[in-house]
């Protein structure tokens, strides 16, 4: 994007329009599955208020590009859940959040999804159990960050999983004095 | 407090029948009967001797004994405030119904059927509760593991090749149910009769999580109703037969996730009196007071939700910014705002920080008023009373029919309130008023919630100027060798940290025995039945959940009702999927 002379006039391609609309009005689903639901309620609510953002929940797929997976996913709502995604228009992407819709979480049996990306492709995964509204807010921003470079022909870079910093494996800086 | 039926009791019982065999301990006292006159001692129970509210029904495996399955009903006497357990073995895998005595059994022998493969004589429409029609097998069997057969192809459609998977990661995943599966589902629950069978759910806004409603219609008027569950089912009983009674805490957050910390104090209080632990005095306050504030932050959810489907957005946002409040003030203390693992066994798990108390004595002091803001936009408004008044009665014999509890009971006039009944913690020493309600419709529910909500304010008032005297008082009692050392302990001596390690590998070895203990949730009556064979882990968890049994009172309720009605009623209800499929 840019601006000529200051003269209120902007050149762009047609394509960053587009991506500039869609990331700064994603529309997500308000399909809530469990705990996570009422952390993305909070989300929504009065003291984070995503309507800030353009976030506004619909209560139809059809009106949605994101679906927020908030809550553990079961075997049974399994098929449900990729419907609601079959229904939505393209382009549309898929936040995971929490550790239940990412990997089974807490429950490693023989009725919950081990990890909702089986089903339906993820774009952006959230940790906790449940995420904290900041942390759904981070993804959020995360996402429109990737759908931002993929409009503009530059590859996102995803955060490598041998540097994601846990408690036990903290980043190692280099320390000025050496060691 | 003895709450369980009394010697003279069983004694007229057995001038009856003499067959059974009493089996009397502190915290559980059962009656065993052949299966030929279970129906009658049932009915002598409930006719004769008043034991007519039913609260649970659940079966325990034990795989080397023949009959394999037996059965377990609990049931209360709302006179006498006493309970009484029934056994019967399931003698070639089937039990008679009993739902011509008690509606309430309807879906708990649905839940037996799904979990352990006992048939039901006389049950109308035997169905699975939790799983889909077509699963082959039933999960709480001792034979089945926990993970389940894993022999479907589903790898992750994220992971790219050549790349490591980011966790322990398995291709090969238990069976999912393709979509005639659920349609079959959905067939053996409902025949259509009328014009149309309209699905309401599962990934619906309005039914407050993932439940599936099933209603057949004629023009707008609801004739036949049923309920799908388990869009929600993780396991969590099964979960609890495998890991340590430590362990299971933050399980019992995931279930009822909106009053988090009211069901981590039902659970530890019902593995403290297992064990024989003492939680230290303060300790008892501290989980007083947090269950109390719990209790008004579900409660402020359940209003928000509830005018929200109502319409009226604005209280939505005004009780979230309440709610923002009371969850930092969690936060502050247990260092997570929703599932708070912070109650332990023996205490909790953190001392109140420098600042809580103020902070939480500036919240009492505000929230009245707050209160008094939603009631003038709410109680007396022409569009609240039309949608709300005289609809979904429930009277007293549905009470006791349905198992019903909680404010759906008190607001009946079923003054059955588990904090009065049996107190726990430091519910003997505060002061507060349980509210009833005379209609026992939508609004009188409203009303009792909201009357709750400002008792929940004196009960926490009470506790924070009892918690000022006790600033350097211990909060956990770690001298009890059930009980984990802090982490101070663990660092400082080697015999903390012996017990330490002992407790977490081999978890606590609770005595040999059965309990049944139950705490007042937001949602009813939580009760944990733990049956204990001497080792780390429970042999059979039952979770009797209040949101499961008064759900079911909705299929009745909204007989002739509209589907907008549906919104409004189950909305009083206020049922958490979490807790209802556990």
Redesign the interface.
Known sequence: MAIKHNNGIILTTVEEVLSWGRRNSLWPA??????C???M??TA???FDTDRLGIIFR?SPRQSDVLIVA??V????????K??YDQMPDPKWVISMGGCAS?GG??????????V??????DVYVPG??P?PQALLWGILELQKKIKAKKEGKVWEEIP?KEVPTASQPIKTKSPFGF | MQLWISQGEVESIKGKFPDILEERGDNFTSILINKKQLIELLTYLKEQLNYKMFIDFFCIDYPLHTPRFQGVYLLFNPEKKRRVAVKCWAEDNSLPSVINLWKGAKWSEREAWDMFGVRFEGHKNLVRMFLWEGYQYHPLRKDFPLEGYKDTYLPSLNLKEGETPAHNYDPYHTPLPSMEDLERTEKARIKKKNQIVLNWGPLHPGTHGTIWFLFDMEGEVVQECDIILGQLHRGVEKIAENITYTQFIPYTDRMDYISALCSQVAYVNTVEKLLGVEPPEKAKWIRTMMCELQRINSHLLWLGTYALDLGALTIFLYTFREREKIMDIIEGIAGIRLNSTYIRIGGVAKDLPEGALDVISHFVKDFPEKLKEYETILTKNRVWLKRNVNLGVITEEDVYSYGLTGVVARASGVPYDIRAIQPTDAYDKVDFEIPLGKVGDCYDRYLVRIEEMKQSVEIVKQCVNKLKDMKDDKYISTENPYVLPTLEEVFNSIEAMVKDFNLRIYGEQAPEGEIYLSGENPRGELGFYINSKGEGKPYRLRIRSGAFYNLQVFTELIKGKTVADAVVLLGSLDPVVGETDR
């Not at chain 1, 990306?117 to 993820?122: G, K, T």
């Open positions: 308000s399909v809530g599955l469990a705990c639901a009422i952390e309620m909070h609510a009065s003291r209560g809550g553990t079961v075997n049974k709502v399994a098929p449900m859940l419907l609601i990997a807490p429950f490693p049996t023989y009725a919950t999804l081990q990890g990306d089986r089903i339906i492709p993820v159990c449940p904290t999983i």
